[in-house]
């Protein structure tokens, strides 16, 4: 009897501190911007004044390296998790599992809410479980379907919602009292992939994108001024990759050159996954298409180079296909929609330099007027982690030393 009362009054004293520490630790608000495809170069176009105060008073460093392959969702969940796709589980958009023979794509809410296929631990999900709370105006994987591995607050994507809404959100957030109030938050837009997709890097629309982008910044600032807020928030604007040129007239039917009766495909443009049912004929399937390789590539997974860190996961498929960058496969379905194939994408080789991404960072926790060379995306939850005073999930990717030389004190 005496022991339990022991052990519990230990209990609370122990949770009574760690709230003190809470509170006495000053944990200082941080926003995480991703501006989806947006390239590491756009800012030197002379059209982002607010990047260029940002590189004045805070960090820039030259590029962020998205991880492979670079596509949307795999990137913005490493950037949470501080792994590589292969380890936190969603390695592209659309995903087959011939385990369970399920499919998950960005288009179906249902899979995307689906806990089953996040495998890491996202940055909102450490921070809960240790009295931080974080809050979330859209970013892939923050609307899954377990309340504990979700953000405390968050909003369901809706890729239309006005631009401005997502920042009076934001504020809203900030506005809370101090108790309710997230320490962590996360911003999305969509516009320079969409516009870059459509029109291609150097089109006079992704110009205009990457304007009204930094405009916003200028918006999020002020209202920061507004509410007493803004030296005392850390702003960090980063990228999940970059885009480059395509055309129609670079496009490969996998589909007609793997002459191949049993395969699944998933996927199209820069990747493909290729799921074979009949395992008689993977290797047939693979010598054919490695007969006529030209302008992609065919690998059994083991062969999937080391440095992209992409082999051991069995949603990889068969045989997986990546595209010469500018260059993009497909099905014969496929074929109709050839629009697709012109203008701009991503998901290429990841050390190719137009898939590299943006990191500023600006705010109380970081260093002023200073650069640094390419990151890669995964140190940024390390990151994260150190700046919200929490700690972080043990066997991940990235590093705390690879980025802390950012940060104005260390320790
Ligand atoms: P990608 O095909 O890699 O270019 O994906 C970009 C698209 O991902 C955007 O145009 C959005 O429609 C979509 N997207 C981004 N964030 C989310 C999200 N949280 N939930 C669902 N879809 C998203
Ligand atoms: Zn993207
Ligand atoms: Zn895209």
Redesign the pocket.
Known sequence: MKVSFNKAGFIILLTFLAVINLYSQNIPYTILISF??FRWDYTSRGLTPNFDYIEKHGVKALSLKPSFPS??FPNHISIVTGMYPQNHGVIA?TMYDPATDKIYS?YDTAE?RNAYWYKGEMIWETARRQGVITASY???G?EMNLNYRRPNYYEK?E?SRDYLERINGVINWLKLPYSERPKFITL?Y?LT??EG?RYGPDSPQVNAAISKLDSLLGVLFNKLEEINLRDSVNIIIVSDHGMTEISKDRYLNIEELSSCNSCKFFNRGAIMNIFIKDKNEVDAVYNRLKLKESHYKVYKPSEIPAEYHFNYNHLIGDLFILSEPGWSVGTTKDKDRMHDYNGGNHGFDNSFMDMHGIFYAIGPSFKENYKTGTIENINIYPLLCKILKIVPKQNIDGKLENISFILKERE
Do not use: K, R
């Open positions: 989806d495809g596509i949307t958009n960005l995307v859209f970013w892939p923050s994507y890729h999305y969509d992939d969409s997709h």
